[in-house]
């Protein structure tokens, strides 16, 4: 079983603070995504990074993946309310995704 | 839009009693799968078809179900269910050859166990 270990596991903050959830293994993955997911739905892909040391931004969204594929980071710039809910991080290799815990960031207005 | 569709998005059912939740795709992915999720907790993997192959994951109780008609379609049948299974039910799709395993959630079916 490959494991993906998400960091924190709650983060609270106030509205325009910034915030940096961390996803770690042992395992190499060929590409990792990030989800994110509000209450009573289902998970919805925010990136996919597939090569080492790769960043990618999303607005106030900053992704990396780290040079050996077997970390990512996931930076949010002044936080806004809209960007609570949960975090997921995912590694794919085949076909089948190994998700870490999960990050639940709540943004206080 | 391309989307991945579930229905009934609530779903209550008394201790015992079978249920059925389904799962529609207009990806034409050729993967589908099944994911348990209980509260603010990572998915949990039940099974998946790649095509018309069922692969159950091992620790996967035999109460649960699968059937796939259709590349559009996919059932989750939960024969007793029990006060545990009580959870989100999410299906997702992925079409591995086009890509680097991305995975397209629906909104989910959310079971409540009377």
């Known amino acids: 079983t490959q494991l993906l270990e998400q960091s924190p596991q709650f983060l609270s903050i106030q509205e325009g603070e910034n915030l940096t959830v961390y996803c770690n293994s042992s395992?190499?993955?060929?590409?990792l995504q990030w989800y994110r997911q509000e209450p009573g739905e289902g998970p919805v892909l925010l990136v996919t990074?597939?090569?080492?040391?790769e960043v990618k931004k999303l607005k106030r969204l900053t992704f990396q993946f780290g040079d050996a594929r077997k970390d990512s980071s996931l930076h949010i710039t002044a936080a806004q309310p809209g960007d609570t809910g949960l975090y997921l991080c995912?590694?794919?290799?085949?076909?089948?995704?190994?998700f870490g815990a999960g990050t639940t960031v709540t943004v206080r207005a | 839009d391309a989307m991945v569709i579930q229905n009934p998005r609530y779903q209550v059912t008394q201790f015992g009693k079978p249920v059925t939740l389904s799962c529609s795709q207009t990806?034409?992915?050729?993967?589908m799968y099944w994911y348990q999720q209980k509260s603010s907790q990572a998915p949990k993997l039940l099974f998946h078809?790649?095509?018309?192959?069922?692969?159950n994951e091992a620790d996967t109780p035999d109460n649960f179900q699968s059937r796939r008609p259709n590349t559009s379609f996919c059932f989750l049948d939960i024969r007793s269910p029990g006060l545990g299974d009580a959870a989100m039910y999410l299906c997702?799709?992925?079409?591995?050859?086009?890509?680097?395993?991305?995975?397209?959630f629906g909104p989910g079916t959310r079971l409540t166990v009377l």
């Open positions: 995912a590694g794919s290799n085949d076909y089948k995704l190994s």
């Open positions: 997702a799709t992925s079409r591995p050859a086009g890509g680097p395993g991305e995975q397209f």
């Open positions: 990074v597939v090569t080492g040391g």
């Open positions: 990806l034409n992915h050729n993967v």
């Open positions: 395992s190499v993955f060929s590409s």
């Open positions: 078809y790649y095509d018309k192959d069922f692969n």
